[in-house]
């Protein structure tokens, strides 16, 4: 068993750190705040005192942090500390040019490198049944996929670097599109008189079937496990949807493709979320269409 540094042990960090202890790695873990630090130690993670001290010795580094310029600045830090020929995963959800300028860090101090951001939130960090969107050289994939897969329900090679970011934007680009798409068309069936149940039924077996309205239906009754039936209690808070439309409308303003659906869905999600309700599910869109 390997012994792995793990930087930044938030809501995703501190379960997926655990899964690791779970499988029998040494986890030296650091987090600025130190309820986090404390919360970690409790599930077996080895404490440090600072990032560099994490890393020391470690086969494999971890990181899980909120946005690009935390990342260049841990690993920036934690590179020059890090062990000639180990490797650094960076599982943070980031923009792509963030993401190969981590890569760039790596090679400059002689580690592998993954990009390998995640689906599946929190539940999945728990249960250890997250989606992994790698990217990354053969030979740095093959190094991370026993690393991952204690934390991982499938891992997807994507390409070369950046690639595992890439996939990450451009399927939440479909999912906050998709959500508001499913979301009219409940608000659109109450204004002509048919039940929601007689909408699923129809569109769950029919062309208009997808993730939205099958497994996080937006309206409470339907799927009983979705967000809707405890109050839009997240699952995936809409700020956190808000973010990655956002980056994927920068990625697809540097790369020049045209994503009109995307610009909307960004938009009506910083509507959403400047009305208050940042932390309620991204489902709880539907309030909002409906004017309330
Ligand atoms: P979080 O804010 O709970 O955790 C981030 C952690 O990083 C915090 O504990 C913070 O203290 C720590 N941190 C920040 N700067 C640091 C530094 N310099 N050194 C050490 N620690 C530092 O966020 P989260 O929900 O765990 O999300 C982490 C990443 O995963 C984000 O990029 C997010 O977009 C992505 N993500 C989140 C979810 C979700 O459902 N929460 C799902 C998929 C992807």
Same mark, same amino acid.
């Given at each position: 068993?390997?012994?792995?540094?793990?930087?930044?042990?938030?809501?995703?960090?501190?379960?997926?750190?655990?899964?690791?202890?779970?499988?029998?790695?040494?986890?030296?873990?650091?987090?600025?705040?130190?309820?986090?630090?404390?919360?970690?130690?409790?599930?077996?993670?080895?404490?440090?005192?600072?990032?560099?001290?994490?890393?020391?010795?470690?086969?494999?580094?971890?990181?899980?942090?909120?946005?690009?310029?935390? $990342?260049? !600045?841990?690993?920036?830090?934690? +590179?020059? *500390?890090? #062990?000639? &020929?180990? %490797?650094? =995963? @960076?599982?943070?959800?980031?923009? $792509?040019? !963030?993401?190969?300028?981590?890569? +760039?860090? *790596?090679? #400059?101090? &002689?580690? %592998?490198? =993954? @990009?390998?951001?995640?689906?599946?939130?929190?539940?999945?960090?728990?249960?250890?049944?997250?989606?992994?969107?790698? &990217?990354?050289?053969?030979?740095?994939?093959?190094?991370?996929?026993?690393?991952?897969?204690?934390?991982?329900?499938?891992?997807?090679?994507?390409?070369?670097?950046?690639?595992?970011?890439?996939?990450?934007?451009?399927?939440?680009?479909?999912?906050?599109?998709?959500?508001?798409?499913?979301?009219?068309?409940?608000?659109?069936?109450?204004?002509?008189?048919?039940?929601?149940?007689?909408?699923?039924?129809?569109?769950?077996?029919?062309?208009?079937?997808?993730?939205?309205?099958?497994?996080?239906?937006?309206?409470?009754?339907?799927?009983?496990?979705?967000?809707?039936?405890?109050?839009?209690?997240?699952?995936?808070?809409?700020?956190?949807?808000?973010?990655?439309?956002?980056?994927?409308?920068?990625?697809?303003?540097?790369?020049?493709?045209?994503?009109?659906?995307?610009?909307?869905?960004?938009?009506?999600?910083?509507?959403?979320?400047?009305?208050?309700?940042?932390?309620?599910?991204?489902?709880?869109?539907?309030?909002?269409?409906?004017?309330?």
């Amino acid at each position: 068993m390997s012994t792995i540094g793990f930087i930044g042990l938030g809501n995703m960090g501190h379960p997926m750190a655990a899964n690791l202890v779970k499988a029998g790695h040494t986890v030296q873990g650091f987090d600025l705040v130190t309820a986090n630090l404390e919360t970690a130690g409790t599930n077996g993670v080895t404490v440090m005192a600072n990032a560099a001290a994490a890393v020391k010795g470690a086969d494999a580094v971890v990181t899980m942090l909120p946005a690009g310029k935390h $990342v260049l !600045s841990v690993h920036e830090d934690i +590179a020059p *500390a890090m #062990k000639k &020929g180990a %490797l650094l =995963i @960076d599982c943070s959800t980031i923009d $792509v040019g !963030s993401a190969r300028a981590a890569h +760039a860090i *790596a090679a #400059k101090h &002689g580690l %592998l490198s =993954i @990009d390998a951001p995640v689906s599946g939130g929190v539940g999945g960090a728990a249960a250890g049944t997250l989606t992994f969107m790698a &990217g990354g050289s053969k030979e740095a994939f093959a190094a991370a996929e026993p690393v991952l897969d204690p934390m991982a329900g499938k891992v997807v090679h994507c390409g070369d670097a950046g690639n595992g970011q890439a996939a990450k934007i451009c399927n939440n680009m479909i999912l906050g599109i998709s959500m508001i798409g499913v979301g009219e068309a409940f608000v659109l069936a109450e204004k002509l008189g048919l039940s929601h149940q007689a909408l699923f039924d129809v569109a769950s077996t029919s062309s208009g079937q997808c993730w939205s309205l099958t497994t996080y239906c937006p309206v409470p009754g339907p799927v009983p496990t979705s967000p809707a039936n405890r109050d839009y209690a997240p699952g995936f808070a809409a700020a956190l949807m808000l973010k990655d439309l956002r980056l994927a409308q920068e990625a697809a303003q540097s790369s020049g493709a045209i994503t009109p659906l995307g610009a909307e869905a960004a938009q009506l999600y910083a509507l959403f979320e400047s009305a208050g309700n940042g932390g309620k599910d991204f489902s709880g869109i539907v309030n909002f269409l409906r004017g309330k």
